[in-house]
């Protein structure tokens, strides 16, 4: 390319105590191009991305915008340089209407023009095709529409540089779809995007430009044509990946689970989430899983199960016995363990350290007055850090400072720690690395093998067939396939989600 | 001797760094601080000298006899407060009114309907356990309002804020009991042959109790993982209602304990002014001991120091013949710096300067 590239960043460091989150990073967008930036959890890619936008000040190297070097020292410097990012987590205010956040603090007059303000924000939402009304208020929205939103509020501020970090991993496919194209659409414009995602899918669907780093460095810059999936996710972990879909093939016990007996069982199960009536069972050492799409009631079933919301009808039996769930700590008596959908909300404890977070499930089926000695404490904590390979500081770091997929494992192992027979893991892979992904897939079947059930939930249907031997499909928060054997297949799970009466 | 020193030094520039990041490094600096100002200032501070009272027992006072007898009630309601702080993000307000509750209860427990009474009712044990049950439900109250009714704890405990202090009196029909009983005024003072004061001992009790509860319950992981993450908490099995309530009913057991103290130091009450504003003070003392008021972790030992730091001021200042009236406005100001420099931004900023300062070329060398 001829022309000069829009952004570029030259020899970045950047060291926090104990850790060179970023060592000698260059790093190069053109206007007009989309830029997939990916890596591991831990890679470098937040630590790029707060750099560039002024939440972290680099320890050494330089930034050129347009030619220009400049020096981002706040997010306000980096806005007013044209550079916008729209974060994983909504940053809007849900209570303004969605006019008030695309002008919010961008106007340094006293008063404001409200009017003026909302046909411009209407304006706006038009020519991007957003389907959202100026004066609704944000929360109304779904979050899709709120991100297209915080899109179109950067798009008003004439960024020249758009950040997405992880704008997908709460969408839904059709959702995608939609922010796709408006992505490609500000690519029309001449916008530089700089895509962060853990989906490699969506990165093949939409990318110009893959840049990948590695444990803080750089491995290279390539353009999508050269660069084979497989490829891609072996430089992203530094080794000859064993082929990702070979792992189901030590799943020898996955057939004589099928015989096994039933562990757990439930019938006419609803909650108050508004699920249908469903039966369910899991036999010993079995990986089932739900599916179906985002908000087809798969996690409400799972938080029936454990108790998580409260249950309305059903039975519920398990080794033939009847028990009775009404809240989480009868679950956990009874040999069962629940990852939540959502880590940050439901699963980590985040100013508590990896050591109490780990052992808090344990601790508190042991009971109130029988607190575990700290060294009893540390042991749990060391051995699973240890065999999960969890990367932290210490045992004594708070989990909110570990990246994504450490204190997913974190979490896995707080209930590991309890030894259920019976373990829900609602979308352990989300927003995590590859790596760990597989990590995951590994250690479900081998759990499994060892005679644990699982139920697995993922979103990502190729992650389910790898792991599990059947399979529900969901709709409408109603349960309406089941699928096993041969049609474990992408074509019949689709079919099954799409149904007869799939009116789209 | 000398190699002594130097492995003393060593080791203290090793724990310097992390010591400064310890949440108890504010309050412990707090009063020292102070100490050395009054040190300065006058060395008479400190003089502690055995004198008879008016009863003929031996009784120690100085200055700071008097910063260890009355802080105690506030390091014990610092204790149920950073509870409440902890697990529900907010505090009780209502603390002083509560004191008031809980103290005219006692007297009424000991008086009935005589005011003068020459024979107490009930041993004062019984009427103590009585003023903690009442001062229990109080706390349960409040606690039902937070945790079920889930209003912000401070909406919640104004409304014994506001009502507390008509309803001790109305307990007692709006009448002063005084008790002449001299084993009354123990608890508040000092015991015959004992020269340091009750309130102490009461005190080192209830501090020694809850760091053995603390120690040997998980009353301290659960109300920090409810005030964290209530979500997160109640999946690991954990009942975050009935947690926070907990906690305002605990705090309702440190208040029959002050009260008591309040009381017995009088021997009556004054409705009206007893343990005013003390909610305050005690919310205080939990903030100087590098608490968060938004609930989550917290350093019990840290407020208990903290509540001490505030009775070491309020003396200081009498000791300097502030006048009652501007006292609260000295307070302020030295509040103020005290919370100034124990915010985290000014620390991490103070943590950068000194780290500079120590080895200058560590910017190049990174």
């Given at each position: ?504 | ?213 603390l120690k040997f319950t998980n009353l301290g992981l659960y109300t920090q993982a409810v005030g964290i993450n209530e979500s997160s908490s109640r999946l690991n099995g954990l009942n975050p209602v009935f947690i926070k309530w907990l906690t305002f009913v605990i705090l309702g057991l440190c208040v029959a304990v002050a009260a008591l103290i309040k009381v017995s130091r009088l021997s009556s009450i004054n409705y009206s002014v007893i343990a005013k504003d003390i909610e305050m003070d005690a919310i205080l003392a939990v903030a100087l001991g590098g608490n968060a008021l938004s609930g989550g972790k917290f350093n019990m030992v840290a407020s208990i120091i903290g509540a001490f730091v505030i009775q070491l001021l309020t003396t200081t200042l009498f000791k300097f ?46």
């Open positions: 390319m001829g022309n000069q590239a829009l952004l570029s960043l030259k020899g970045i460091y950047k060291g926090f105590p104990g850790v060179k989150a970023l060592q000698n990073v260059d790093f190069q967008l053109q206007s007009g191009e989309i830029h997939a930036l990916m890596g591991e959890n831990g890679a470098g890619k937040s630590t790029l991305i707060k750099v560039l936008t002024g939440v972290y000040t680099k320890d050494e190297g330089e930034i050129f915008l347009e030619g220009q070097e400049v020096s981002i020292r706040s997010p306000q410097d980096a806005q007013h340089l044209g550079i916008s990012t729209v974060y994983q987590e909504i940053t809007l205010c849900p209570n303004l209407s969605v006019a008030e956040n695309m002008y919010i603090g961008r106007s340094d007059d006293m008063l404001q023009n409200w009017k003026k303000m909302n046909e411009g924000a209407t304006k706006m939402l038009e020519s991007l095709d957003i389907p959202a009304k100026a004066t609704q208020q944000l929360g109304s929205c779904s979050i899709a529409v709120q991100q297209m939103v915080a899109i179109a509020r950067a798009v008003d501020m004439d960024c020249k540089v758009l950040i997405l970090d992880e704008p997908t991993s709460s969408l839904d496919d059709q959702e995608v779809q939609k922010l796709f194209k408006l992505m490609k659409e500000l690519r029309g414009r001449g916008v530089g995007i700089i895509f962060v995602t853990h989906f490699l899918d969506q990165v093949y669907e939409v990318c110009d430009k893959i840049t990948v780093l590695r444990d803080g460095k750089l491995v290279g810059e390539y353009e999508i044509k050269e660069l084979p999936r497989l490829q891609l996710v072996s430089k992203m972990l530094g080794k000859e990946l064993d082929d990702l879909s070979d792992i189901k093939s030590s799943d020898a016990s996955g057939e004589t689970a099928k015989q096994g007996e039933v562990l757990f069982e439930a019938e006419g199960l609803s909650s108050t989430e508004g699920i249908k009536p469903f039966d369910f069972y899991i036999r010993k050492g079995e990986v089932n899983g739900f599916t179906g799409l985002l908000g087809s009631g798969r996690s409400e079933c799972v938080r029936a199960i454990f108790g998580a919301d409260r249950v309305v009808s059903g039975s519920m039996k398990k080794n033939g016995k009847t028990i009775k769930i009404n809240k989480p700590i009868d679950a956990m008596k009874n040999g069962i363990g629940y990852l939540p959908e959502d880590r940050k909300i439901d699963g980590i404890i985040g100013d508590l350290s990896v050591r109490e977070n780990i052992i808090l499930a344990l601790q508190v089926m042991k009971g109130f007055f029988k607190p575990f000695t700290k060294a009893q404490a540390n042991a749990f904590a060391d051995e699973y850090i240890k065999t999960l390979s969890i990367k932290t500081a210490s045992a004594d770091t708070p989990i909110k400072s570990l990246s994504g997929g450490n204190q997913q494992k974190c979490i896995l192992a707080r209930w590991l720690l309890t030894h259920p027979d019976y373990l829900i893991l609602d979308e352990p892979t989300r927003g995590i690395d590859v790596g760990t992904k597989v990590d995951i897939q590994k250690l479900v079947l081998k759990l499994a093998s060892e005679g644990m059930s699982v139920t697995f939930i993922s979103s990502e249907t190729d992650e389910m067939l790898r792991t599990c031997s059947r399979m529900i499909v969901m709709r409408d928060r109603k349960v309406v396939g089941e699928l096993t054997g041969e049609d474990l297949t992408q074509n019949k799970i689709m079919s099954t989600i799409a149904g007869g009466e799939a009116k789209s | 001797m000398s190699a002594e020193k130097a492995n003393v030094k060593k080791n203290k520039a090793f724990t310097m760094s992390s010591l400064m990041r310890n949440q108890i490094f504010i309050p412990i600096a707090a009063l020292l601080l102070l100490l050395l100002f009054n040190l300065i200032a006058d060395p008479g501070f400190f003089k502690i000298t055995l004198g008879y009272n008016s009863a003929g027992n031996p009784v120690l006072s100085g200055y700071l006899m008097t910063v260890l007898d009355n802080g105690s009630e506030l390091a014990i309601l610092a204790i149920g407060m950073t509870l409440v702080t902890a697990a529900s993000g907010g505090q009780d307000i209502s603390v002083g009114a509560a004191i008031a509750i809980a103290g005219s209860t006692l007297l009424r427990a000991l008086c009935g309907t005589n005011t003068r009474p020459e024979v107490l009712r009930m041993p004062v044990i019984c009427a103590f356990l009585i003023s903690c049950l009442v001062a229990m439900a109080f706390g349960a109250f409040n606690g039902l309002l937070v945790s079920i009714f889930k209003i912000q704890p401070m909406i919640a405990t104004l409304i014994l804020y506001t009502a507390g202090r008509s309803i001790a009196a109305w307990i007692n029909n709006n009448e002063l009991p005084i008790i002449s009983d001299p084993k009354f005024a123990y608890y508040g003072g000092f015991i015959p042959g004992i020269p340091i004061p009750t309130p102490f001992f009461i005190m080192a009790a209830c501090v020694i109790v809850t760091m053995l509860v013949n502030v006048p009652s009236d501007a006292l609260p406005a000295y307070k302020a100001i030295v509040v103020i710096m005290l919370v100034v420099f124990s915010a985290p931004i000014v620390r991490s900023k103070l943590a950068e300067i000194s780290k500079k300062m120590k080895n200058p070329t560590v910017k190049e060398v990174a």
